[in-house]
């Protein structure tokens, strides 16, 4: 039986339409958040590869991918992507960006609407500066229950890379410890951490930290080996 509460379809319709104008009028900018001419974001994309460096995937999930700044680095250790966005603009741009790739398959599509278990399962899922969005849009259950369909489009010992601001008293959508629990939340959907670190730097005067985290699917199997050992 499913029990999962569910808002009423017109509620759900309206937080999605608050969604896309929202990230429709980001991307209708020029180079929106200066994700392209940002020497902080460049960096912060370097730190993000680290993780990523000396390992191939398959198969990757890349949620929020706007308009592909960080995709064209992904393609660089993956065998295909399947990038998603919410705005029609991003994917547009993102489209336009890596034209000439064939191993990017681009959707236009609201994440927490969609199905990842059919589409998996993924080596690799990016995260990176979107789920305090769907924090603030959505209720709590269905953020939780979106975290657990991730971990289920996993593959065994397949990867999740999470990546968000750590913001101060204001920045209200990254406060710490919202930023922090949302991590604990794929913690305790089955993930581990395997590795984790703070990206710092300053962007527009103002000194920014980045958790970057690198999660693991465990494979039940050896995690029954080494526990009986």
């Not at 199905?115 to 269905?142: A, N, Q, R």
């Not at 008293?169 to 919202?178: Q, S």
Request: charged letters at 25%; hydrophobic letters at 45%; aromatic letters at 12%.
């Amino acid at each position: 039986m499913d029990c999962r509460i569910r808002l009423p379809a017109m509620d759900k319709e309206a937080i999605h339409q608050r969604a896309e104008h929202f990230f429709e009028h980001i991307w209708e900018q020029e180079d929106a958040w200066a994700l392209d001419s940002s020497s902080f974001e460049q960096a912060r994309y370097d730190a993000l590869m680290a993780e990523l460096e000396g390992k191939r995937y398959g198969k990757v999930l890349e949620i929020g991918c706007g308009a592909g700044a960080f995709t064209a680095r992904l393609v660089r250790v993956a065998d295909h992507i399947i990038a998603i966005d919410i705005s029609p603009t991003a994917v547009a741009k993102a489209r336009q960006r890596l034209a000439d790739v064939n191993k990017v398959s681009f959707l236009t599509a609201n994440v927490m609407e969609s199905k990842f278990v059919d589409d998996g399962p993924f080596d690799l899922i990016v995260l990176s500066e979107t789920i305090y969005y769907l924090g603030w849009l959505y209720p709590f259950f269905d953020l939780a229950w979106f975290a657990s369909q991730l971990h289920a489009a996993t593959a065994s010992n397949g990867r999740l890379l999470l990546a968000n601001t750590l913001g101060v008293f204001g920045d209200y959508l990254v406060l710490p410890w919202l930023i922090r629990t949302y991590h604990d939340l794929f913690r305790n959907v089955g993930y581990v951490v395997e590795n984790e670190s703070t990206f710092r730097g300053v962007k527009d005067s103002v000194a920014i930290e980045v958790l970057i985290t690198m999660f693991r699917r465990a494979d039940e199997q050896l995690n029954l080996t080494v526990g009986s050992s």
